[in-house]
Nanobody, 115 residues
Framework: QVQLVESGGGLVQAGGSLRLSCAAP????????MGWYRQAPGNQREFIAG???????NYADSVKGRFTISRDNAKNTLYLQMNSLKPEDTAVYYC?????????WGQGTQVTVSS
């Protein structure tokens, strides 16, 4: 069964913005810190941002100051506001729990930033 569904990716020019969304089951979302990960071609998947149920946030240095993670607990939805996008942000973006066993990864959403 599909449990994590990412959306909102697309093709943008450098300096542009995108807002990604991640829908998760309520039974998962309500009990877990959630995070965003990305995987660029030829690279390993990397953590980029996380948020606890109470709203405590951490960012990878590569996106700090440019990306904003948030969550809507009533909608069981995780967001990533991506501003000042750079070509090196090009990747497939995924969401998952931060702690404990990872759920099966979703399909992700492609973000492509042109120079």
């Amino acid at each position: 069964q599909v449990q994590l569904v990412e959306s909102g990716g697309g093709l943008v020019q450098a300096g542009g913005s995108l807002r990604l969304s991640c829908a998760a089951p309520g039974s998962i979302f309500s009990k877990n810190a959630m995070g965003w990960y990305r995987q660029a071609p030829g690279n390993q998947r990397e953590f980029i941002a996380g948020i606890t149920r109470g709203g405590s946030i951490n960012y990878a240095d590569s996106v700090k100051g440019r990306f904003t993670i948030s969550r809507d607990n009533a909608k069981n939805t995780l967001y990533l506001q991506m501003n000042s996008l750079k070509p090196e942000d090009t990747a497939v973006y995924y969401c998952n729990v931060i702690r404990g066993s990872k759920l099966d990864w979703g399909q992700g959403t492609q973000v492509t930033v042109s120079s």
